[in-house]
């Protein structure tokens, strides 16, 4: 079956700027997690979508938001970029009810990068 | 303040050594799962640990969960090249919603 699908897998925005994110969970997914990857603090969590809903959400700004539609594609947006928002942005489905057991599926990420 | 601790940060070792990483934490999981990523990949899940004291074996690696659910770690017998990556730890903590918490992880190099 088809993995997660993010796109687009590279991006190079100026401050200040906004830019939305895309992913496709594996189908029958109907939860999707974003974080955040930088190589000084590692995977951070930003927000969990389950059903078209937001269940989970991490200590990040008001400017990251996402949302989800009834395919359970899901995307997320970040307005007025910082430099600080550089990094690689994971997507991950997971069958909600048994992520403890059956962990994530993640795609490639996308790597956004602020100039 | 980081939920879990990895060890060492950074590894470059010899094809065909042994080596162990550490993934410790203060606090209670009710399961821990091991990841390994690859430069401009995700991360993919190795395996999931749910009892305390569990030991799984995946070929070359062993995975051992802590009796008191809150450490963990991977032992690779005879490393290869292949085994290059960054290896991430994950709980699902106790009591918790189901959100994952990662570590920061081991960068591990083989070098042939």
């Known amino acids: 079956k088809a993995g997660v699908t993010q796109t687009p897998r590279y991006l190079i925005k100026t401050r200040g700027q906004q830019v939305t994110l895309s992913c496709s969970p594996i189908?029958?997914?109907?939860?999707v997690s974003w974080y955040q990857q930088t190589p000084g603090q590692g995977l951070q969590f930003l927000f969990e979508?389950?059903?078209?809903?937001?269940?989970n959400k991490g200590n990040f700004p008001g400017r990251f938001s996402g949302r989800q539609f009834s395919n359970s594609r899901s995307e997320m947006n970040v307005s007025t970029l910082e430099l600080g928002d550089s990094a690689l942005y994971l997507c991950?489905?997971?069958?909600?009810?048994?992520?403890?057991?059956?962990?994530?599926?993640f795609g490639s990420g996308t790597r956004l990068t602020v100039v | 303040t980081q939920l879990l601790e990895q060890s060492p940060q950074f590894l470059s070792i010899q094809e065909g050594e042994n080596l162990t990483v550490y993934c410790n934490s203060s606090?209670?999981?009710?399961?821990l799962q091991w990841y390994r990523q690859e430069p401009g990949e995700g991360p993919v899940l190795l395996v999931t640990?749910?009892?305390?004291?569990e030991v799984k074996k995946l070929k070359r690696l062993t995975f051992q969960f802590g009796d008191a659910r809150k450490d963990s770690s991977l032992h690779i017998t005879a490393a290869q090249p292949g085994d290059t990556g960054l290896y991430l730890c994950a709980g699902a903590l106790q009591g918790g919603s189901e959100k994952l918490v990662f570590g920061k992880g081991t960068k591990l190099t083989v070098n042939p």
């Open positions: 991950a489905s997971s069958l909600s009810a048994s992520r403890s057991i059956l962990g994530y599926t």
């Open positions: 640990v749910v009892t305390g004291g």
């Open positions: 606090s209670v999981f009710s399961s």
């Open positions: 979508y389950f059903s078209e809903t937001q269940r």
């Open positions: 189908s029958g997914h109907r939860s």
